[in-house]
């Protein structure tokens, strides 16, 4: 049996949540890991939950399932706090990132080690918006990319310029500030 660093990206359908996962899969995949990204929804509209996932391994994977428990979980949509058990999906000693400036969140949702960053301000910010919605998942995916100590920025930007097709400056710009200003919500 092999050992994964498995990550749970929650999201709203819109946000950029599976696509997240897949860059992060493919940064992953740069730095000489295997790594595999499982969307997971069915015929959803924007703003219903989606779920994606990531299996990160030194060893090849062949378990393609979705993650019941993760070592990081990415939410990209506070109010989704509200509706799931957040505490169910992690892992003993699992991390939580959450777009959100709000402090203390570790109490609020029973997970200890808790980090946050304003996603939805830095992407309004950068001008990264589908439908006047900001696109929050390149600041996620940077934020990720560092709690979870696995990417670095330069295999991130590496990763986005091969599957960003549009304003890919601005994208990298939102990963590196996700990745430089994502902090514990103590």
């Given at each position: 049996?092999?050992?994964?660093?498995?990550?749970?990206?929650?999201?709203?359908?819109?946000?950029?949540?599976?696509?997240?996962?897949?860059?992060?899969?493919?940064?992953?995949?740069?730095?000489?890991?295997?790594?595999?990204?499982?969307?997971?929804?069915?015929a959803e509209?924007?703003?219903?939950?989606?779920?994606?996932?990531?299996?990160?391994?030194?060893?090849?994977?062949?378990?393609?399932?979705?993650?019941?428990?993760?070592?990081?979980l990415v939410?990209?949509?506070?109010?989704?706090?509200?509706?799931?058990?957040?505490?169910?999906?992690?892992?003993?000693?699992?991390?939580?990132?959450?777009?959100?400036?709000?402090?203390?969140?570790?109490?609020?949702?029973?997970?200890?080690?808790?980090?946050?960053?304003?996603?939805?301000?830095?992407?309004?910010?950068?001008?990264?918006?589908?439908?006047?919605?900001?696109?929050?998942?390149?600041?996620?995916?940077?934020?990720?990319?560092?709690?979870?100590?696995?990417?670095?920025?330069?295999?991130?930007?590496?990763?986005?310029?091969?599957?960003?097709?549009?304003?890919?400056?601005?994208?990298?710009?939102?990963?590196?500030?996700?990745?430089?200003?994502?902090?514990?919500?103590?």
């Amino acid at each position: 049996m092999y050992n994964t660093f498995d990550i749970i990206w929650l999201g709203r359908g819109g946000q950029g949540g599976v696509t997240a996962a897949r860059i992060f899969a493919q940064a992953a995949v740069h730095k000489g890991l295997y790594a595999l990204a499982i969307p997971f929804f069915g015929a959803e509209r924007r703003g219903a939950p989606v779920f994606a996932y990531n299996r990160v391994s030194r060893e090849v994977i062949r378990k393609r399932s979705r993650v019941k428990m993760g070592d990081l979980l990415v939410v990209l949509d506070p109010s989704l706090l509200e509706m799931y058990d957040i505490a169910k999906f992690l892992k003993n000693g699992g991390k939580v990132v959450v777009n959100s400036t709000v402090k203390d969140l570790h109490e609020k949702i029973g997970v200890k080690e808790v980090y946050c960053l304003d996603a939805s301000g830095m992407a309004t910010e950068i001008g990264l918006k589908l439908a006047g919605f900001p696109l929050v998942n390149m600041p996620m995916l940077g934020a990720a990319g560092r709690v979870s100590g696995m990417l670095d920025k330069d295999v991130l930007a590496r990763a986005v310029r091969e599957s960003i097709e549009r304003l890919v400056e601005k994208n990298i710009e939102a990963v590196n500030r996700g990745f430089d200003e994502v902090r514990r919500c103590v």
